[in-house]
């Protein structure tokens, strides 16, 4: 049967109410637990056929054959994607073959448990990420719906941004610093970030800038204007939270980012508790497990969900309906024009707890990520619009792609 035909007759099928096109199977989760208690309807007409991972070097992306010549496009971790994309490869793909792609829950599970040994937090949920983003974005093709609607999207068209931007610890000078502001001010945007890239390895320099960096960015982008800071886990806590209340006092800034390193959190309470002004934090957590230690210990104000590190989609939803019940905000962690953006605006679409602006870093050509695909995001005042197209909304240019084709 050829692909397409195939693919209508499934569309075809959900339409007719699946009557002859399904089988009714145990739920696999737990072994096949329960035949009597829990059975599940699922579609058995589509199957994947194969797994392949393309390196970048500055992104990592999976994409996710299927025999209804559908094919899904997803972003995994980019730190040491030569290595995701082995795990992606060796790890998830034996438990993905001929399989359906609707069992996304069940997939991702078993990934988990059978690569736990690699750890539950890290590379493993960074290579789940990629799957599991581009499982998404094939079941969005196959149904011919944007990724958000099949989440429960809410009503929501176009989602605000803020400009965020590194200045590499000072590598980038205060200059360029007032530059990269600037532009995000002239085009639109209302907040930056100081992103001051610190780490822990420089933790607590001798010679601290952050202070001249945020007073030169106040400078320029005005009083009327939002400003956050990054600490990127820079500071001992005793350290963060003098520059915390004296960034506030001086130059009003309104959030602060991983003030400390980032599994310290007695030390990350301790700034909330003292902190006058919110605090963020989450780049560095990958599972449910990883924030509900933010959450109950760390008691983060905004948590920082990164979509293509922390399991992709199914994972990152659980974790913001934990973080609903500890009335905390999500602002997801994400500065990349990829397919990053795009599954941030369909997960912030879908949720019922976003914070009023997320992280974007704009097109970063220098990135050179532009060319692999045939559309972009629709930017209009300081804004990002939700894309409409089925899957995820952006279009793969095949032909570039393949020159990342990673085996
Ligand atoms: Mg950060």
Redesign the pocket.
């Known amino acids: 049967m050829k692909p397409e035909i195939k693919r209508r007759k499934f569309l075809s099928a959900l339409g007719l109410g699946l009557a002859g096109t399904t089988t009714v199977i145990a739920n696999q989760f737990n072994g096949g637990l329960g035949t009597k208690d829990c059975i599940h309807k699922v579609s058995d007409t589509i199957k994947i056929t194969n797994i392949k991972t393309y390196v970048h070097p500055q992104a990592l992306f999976v994409k996710i054959e299927t025999d209804a010549g559908v094919i899904g496009w997803g972003e995994g971790d980019h730190d040491n994607p030569k290595i995701i994309a082995k795990i992606v490869r060796e790890v998830c793909k034996p438990y993905l073959l001929h399989q359906d792609p609707f069992q996304s829950e069940y997939l991702w599970h078993t990934i988990l448990y059978r690569g736990e040994d690699l750890g539950l937090s890290g590379a493993l949920t960074g290579a789940l990420a990629g799957i599991d983003n581009a499982l998404w974005d094939l079941k969005g093709k196959l149904l011919d719906f944007p990724v958000y609607k099949l989440l429960g999207g809410a009503k929501v068209e176009k989602i605000k941004v803020y400009g965020s931007f590194g200045v590499k610890n000072g590598k980038k000078s205060i200059s360029e610093a007032q530059n990269m502001a600037a532009n995000f001010i002239d085009t639109g945007y209302d907040t930056v970030k100081l992103?001051m890239q610190i780490r822990v390895l420089k933790r607590n320099p001798e010679d601290d800038i952050t202070e001249k960096y945020v007073k030169a960015v106040r400078e320029v982008i005005g009083d009327e204007n939002t400003l956050f800071v990054?600490f990127?886990n820079g500071y001992t806590p005793g350290k963060a939270i003098d520059l915390i209340k004296k960034l506030y006092e001086k130059y009003n800034i309104q959030l602060v980012?991983?003030p400390v390193h980032y599994l310290d959190y007695e030390g990350l309470k301790q700034c909330v508790d003292q902190s006058p002004i919110r605090i963020g934090a989450g780049?560095h957590q990958f599972n449910r497990w990883d924030f509900k230690n933010l959450i109950v210990k760390g008691n983060a104000d905004v948590l920082?969900l990164d979509l293509i590190k922390g399991g992709g989609l199914s994972e990152m939803k659980k974790i913001a309906a934990l973080a609903m019940t500890f009335e905390k905000e999500i602002m997801c962690?994400n500065a990349r024009p990829t397919l990053a953006t795009a599954a941030t605006l369909h997960f912030i679409a879908s949720i019922f707890n976003p914070a009023r602006v997320q992280e974007y870093g704009g097109t970063r050509p220098k990135l050179k990520l532009g060319k692999l695909f045939e559309n972009n995001f629709k930017f209009e005042n300081g804004h990002l619009y939700v894309p409409q197209n089925p899957g995820l909304g952006l279009k793969v240019n095949e032909k570039e792609m393949s020159k990342y084709l990673d085996t």
Request: glycine share 0%; net charge negative.
């Open positions: 992103r990054d990127n980012e991983e780049e920082n962690h």
